[in-house]
């Protein structure tokens, strides 16, 4: 499983150090996530950073009482490609 991450900070990398963020499967390792980029966006692959992710733990008070949970863990991957080439996330929209 691979997703664009698209923010404003992701978005701002992408133009300044054409670095891509995505979010990954969490048992994905570089090498996995270097061929899924270049087979999907035909861009050539320089570098790949990963970060894992705890969820956090979350509560809310409601009329029924505290409501508890835990948001589930995921890896990120920062992506960067070779000079002069893009990735465009809106070309299937």
């Given at each position: 499983?691979?997703?664009p991450i698209v923010t404003e900070k992701a978005t701002a990398t992408s133009e ?78």
């Amino acid at each position: 499983m691979i997703k664009p991450i698209v923010t404003e900070k992701a978005t701002a990398t992408s133009e300044k150090l054409n670095c891509y963020t995505f979010r990954v499967s969490p048992d994905a390792n570089k090498e996995q996530i270097k061929k899924l980029v270049q087979s999907m966006y035909g861009v050539k692959v320089v570098s790949v950073n990963t970060c894992n992710f705890d969820g956090k733990r979350k509560q809310r008070y409601t009329k029924s009482g505290l409501l508890r949970g835990k948001m589930s863990a995921f890896k990120k991957a920062y992506v960067k490609v070779a000079e002069g080439e893009t990735i465009d996330f809106y070309s299937n929209i």
